[in-house]
């Protein structure tokens, strides 16, 4: 399984920690490399939504100081859906029900223990499919419309 990782400033070090947890895992890392110098988490957001929309990665983390910001971004990217994974049943919620193929992460306002266990959550569970399938059909619909 190939994972990308992707921060800004704020979640830096969530990233990393994150990084260090996949080693199993074939990791893309997409920036940023230091979390001293103030960076823009769409540019980073971008990068990693577009290997995942490519296939070129089978699931995105993504982290900011809330998960939001770089959530919105990523989801711009035809392709992606991506939550904030804010607990672990949410988590597994958004493979189970939502099709997710990125998850966010809030470094300012969540426990690095409980984000390593909701990334183990995402990358296990599946897709459940069934009456789900029609509502990601629905959403890819939406997307076509406005791109």
């Not at 995105?60 to 910001?69: M, Q, V």
């Not at 998850?103 to 459940?128: I, K």
């Amino acid at each position: 399984m190939k994972i990308v990782l992707a921060s800004d400033h704020a979640g830096y070090s969530l990233k990393e920690e994150i990084k260090k947890h996949l080693s199993q895992y074939e990791v893309i890392d997409c920036g940023t490399s230091s979390p001293s110098v103030s960076v823009d988490y769409p540019v980073y957001a971008k990068k990693a939504a577009e290997l995942v929309a490519s296939k070129e990665a089978d699931f995105g983390i993504l982290c900011c100081g809330t998960g939001e910001g770089i959530m919105m971004a990523a989801n711009k990217v035809k392709g992606i859906r991506c939550g904030v994974g804010y607990d672990l049943e949410v988590t597994k919620l958004l493979r189970m029900h939502n099709n997710a193929n990125m998850v966010s992460f809030g470094a300012r306002f969540m426990n690095v223990n409980d984000v390593l266990n909701r990334v183990d959550a995402f990358l296990s569970t599946p897709f459940e499919g069934g009456r789900h399938q029609k509502r990601i059909d629905e959403v890819t619909q939406i997307e076509k419309e406005n791109h």
